[in-house]
């Protein structure tokens, strides 16, 4: 297994649009030290793109290409990937995996603030609704290391923050990187 080698774990922070992925996986970079790659800027950055969601009225990523662009990246260990899907990430890359969740009155209000409308934010109120990322991951990872947390408010943003770095330090001392 991969974590066994690395220095540091890789975390995955992934959940609906609206939810606070990067808000949250900034607060953690910024105090761990962990490089926080945000899989959406990475694609749009570099073009990663292979057609258009017209529901959604979004580019669809390029997985294979984005799988080959992080595959050297996250082999040390010490990143946190954040994407609002999980499914295309090999098992073997995250020691841990958050799923962020919010209720769906405060996404509605996030996400229309944001601009969505029509179908795109509709599906993904649904998204949410039905926790359809939750169970996503759930298929995906091992379930010991898939955990779901709120993110409603500062408050849970605050503790989302303190648990995850609790998390990290525990990690790092059980690996013998404390």
């Known amino acids: 297994m991969m974590s066994i080698c690395r220095k540091l774990p890789n975390i995955l922070v992934t959940g609906t649009p609206g939810t606070g992925k990067s808000t949250l996986c900034s607060e ?24 258009r969601n017209d529901i959604m009225q979004s580019p669809v990523i390029d997985e294979k290409q984005m799988i080959n662009e992080l595959e050297d990246k996250i082999a040390d260990g010490g990143k946190i990937i954040d994407y609002h899907g999980c ?13 962020l969740r919010t209720n769906s009155t ?24 039905f926790q359809t990322l939750l169970d996503e991951a759930r298929g995906s990872y091992n379930n010991k290391i898939v955990y779901e947390l709120p993110s409603n408010t500062p408050d849970d943003m ?3 923050v303190e648990k995850i770095c609790q998390w990290i ?10």
């Open 28 to 51: 953690i970079s910024e105090i761990s030290g962990f490089e926080w790659l945000n899989v959406g800027e990475i694609a749009k950055t570099d073009h990663m793109y292979d057609r």
């Open 106 to 129: 405060t996404l509605y209000n996030r996400l229309v603030a944001k601009g969505y409308q029509g179908q795109k934010l509709e599906k993904n109120i649904q998204c949410e609704f």
């Open 158 to 160: 605050e503790d989302n």
């Open 87 to 99: 499914d295309l990430f090999p098992q073997h890359w995250f020691d841990i995996v958050f799923i």
């Open 169 to 178: 330090n525990q990690w790092k001392l059980h690996n013998g990187h404390g």
